[in-house]
């Protein structure tokens, strides 16, 4: 079965640093994309960006640019999602994705990250 | 301020069509054939409903389909059922800068 299962749910302060986790499974790791996708509480989708983990090239959404990093490990077929320091405004669950050539196939069970002082 | 914009509700009852419709620019919808919709059920992950503006993935319904013209996209469901109560999102590719884009989101009620 194709998957993506993701890291469980943080609780974190503003400044603390983070990285969330993505292992995919059923299917050839370094042959697609992976992506992230932001959910505010109560809010819509919000592209972040994606990388492909067969030779890391990374491209960033111009809103997500600066302010996160995504990264691979392609020996243990999982991808990350890393904050320096961590805001208020970060708190959302966070879904990674299978990026096909069009469409975002397959998506994760969501990571939720919650930032409170 | 989302870059697609889709309306915040629709609504039907059991057995009747609706059309959600994503409405973009001629950088993003109108000038791809890359839009795809999402549904969302509360609690879970988004899934696949269409992708390549009008092609449906393994096991999704032919009660789901899309279309497009110009800078607007539609998601129509027919024979609307309780199940599709759900939120639904497009998506589309916007070029090598932004790379993808999506709506808003629409909530689908079924009466």
């Known amino acids: 079965e194709v998957q993506l299962v993701q890291s469980g749910a943080e609780v974190k302060k503003p400044g603390e640093s983070l990285k969330i986790s993505c292992k995919g499974s059923?299917?050839?790791?370094?042959?697609?994309?992976i992506g992230w996708v932001r959910q505010m509480p109560g809010k819509g989708l919000e592209w972040m960006g994606i990388i492909y983990p067969g030779d890391s090239d990374t491209r960033y959404s111009p809103s997500f640019q600066g302010q996160v990093t995504i990264s691979a490990d392609k020996s243990i077929s999982t991808a990350y999602l890393q904050w320096s320091s961590l805001k208020a405004s970060d708190t959302a669950m966070y879904y990674c994705?299978?990026?096909?050539?069009?469409?975002?196939?397959?998506w994760g069970q969501g990571t939720m990250v919650t930032v409170s002082s | 301020q989302s870059a697609l914009t889709q309306p915040r509700s629709v609504s039907g009852s059991p057995g009747q069509s609706v059309t959600i419709s994503c409405t973009g620019t001629s950088s993003d919808v109108g000038g791809y054939n890359y839009v795809s919709w999402y549904q969302q059920h509360p609690g879970k992950a988004p899934k696949l409903m269409i992708y390549?503006?009008?092609k449906r993935p393994s096991g999704v319904p032919d009660r789901f389909s899309g279309s497009k013209s110009g800078n607007t996209a539609s998601l129509t469901i027919s024979g609307l059922q309780a199940e599709d109560e759900a939120d639904y999102y497009c998506c589309s590719y916007a070029g090598s800068y932004t790379l993808w884009v999506f709506g808003g989101g629409t909530k689908l009620t079924v009466l």
């Open positions: 390549d503006v009008s």
């Open positions: 994705v299978r990026h096909t050539s069009d469409a975002f196939d397959i």
């Open positions: 059923g299917y050839s790791f370094t042959s697609y994309w």
